[in-house]
Nanobody, 129 residues
Framework: QVRLQESGGDLVRPGESLTLSCVAS???????????LGWYRQAPGEQRILVAS???????QYADSVKGRFTISRGNAENATSLHMSSLKSEDTAVYYC????????????????????WGPGTQVTVSS
C-alpha cells in the first residue's frame, strides 16, 4: 500500500516563509509514476481547496490567492513534492494536504498496482503574530 506523508508545518509570523514537503512511500518495491501531485488546504469551517499542483511533465497550476508567493516543485525522485510558501498571510492558516491523483507502483512480489486519489494526513500551518 502506498501512502503520502507531509512535513514542515509550523507556526510562523506574517511575512515569513515556510516549505512543506510530501513523500510517497510504503511497503512497496518502487514507484513507477505519479501523474499529478497537488497541495490542498482546508481552513476551519471551509472546504478543502487546491493551492498548487504539478504534473509529471512539470506543468504547474496555482490558486489566484497564492500566485507569486507559493512555488510547487517535484524532486528528482518521482515520489516527492515541495511547496515553498513566502510572504505568508494570516489567511494562509490551514491544514495543508498532499494529493497524488494516480500512482503506479510495484509491490515486493512484482505486481504492478495503480491507485487513484491518494491523500496524506495533513500538516498544520499557522500564520500569526
Amino acid at each position: 500500500q502506498v501512502r503520502l506523508q507531509e512535513s514542515g508545518g509550523d507556526l510562523v509570523r506574517p511575512g515569513e516563509s515556510l516549505t512543506l514537503s510530501c513523500v510517497a512511500s510504503g511497503n512497496i518495491l518502487n514507484i513507477i509514476s505519479i501523474d499529478t501531485l497537488g497541495w490542498y488546504r482546508q481552513a476551519p469551517g471551509e472546504q478543502r481547496i487546491l493551492v498548487a499542483s504539478i504534473t509529471n511533465t512539470g506543468n504547474t497550476q496555482y490558486a489566484d490567492s497564492v500566485k507569486g508567493r507559493f512555488t510547487i516543485s517535484r524532486g528528482n525522485a518521482e515520489n516527492a513534492t515541495s511547496l515553498h510558501m513566502s510572504s505568508l498571510k494570516s489567511e494562509d492558516t490551514a491544514v495543508y494536504y498532499c494529493n497524488a491523483d494516480r500512482v503506479v507502483y510495484t509491490l515486493p512480489d512484482g505486481r504492478v498496482i495503480t491507485v487513484v486519489n491518494r491523500w496524506g494526513p495533513g500538516t498544520q500551518v499557522t500564520v500569526s503574530s
